[in-house]
């Protein structure tokens, strides 16, 4: 686990990550797993989406839609 990644991120859906892998909470008592290809595109889509509370990511905009609270991800 990187605690950088613990520190930075703003999304209540993130579990974990490891060098090219991203891990979140999913529906019902499941996780999900985003792979990347390099340690600088996950670098990139962290920077992107897990660092904000605003996003495109479709693993949170899935998630609160869940939980049904308004998608923020929509919002800019």
Do not use: H, W
């Not at 990187?2 to 891990?23: E, G, L, W, Y």
């Not at 990347?36 to 998630?63: A, D, G, H, L, P």
């Amino acid at each position: 686990m990187n605690k950088t990644s613990d520190a930075k991120t703003k999304c209540p859906f993130f579990i974990r990550d490891s060098a090219t892998k991203i891990t979140c909470e999913g529906p019902g008592k499941t996780e999900l797993a985003i792979g990347f290809k390099s340690k600088v595109r996950k670098r990139t889509y962290q920077k992107q989406n897990c660092y904000k509370y605003k996003c495109k990511c479709e693993i949170k905009r899935m998630m609160e839609e869940k939980y049904d609270n308004r998608p923020e991800c929509d919002n800019g």
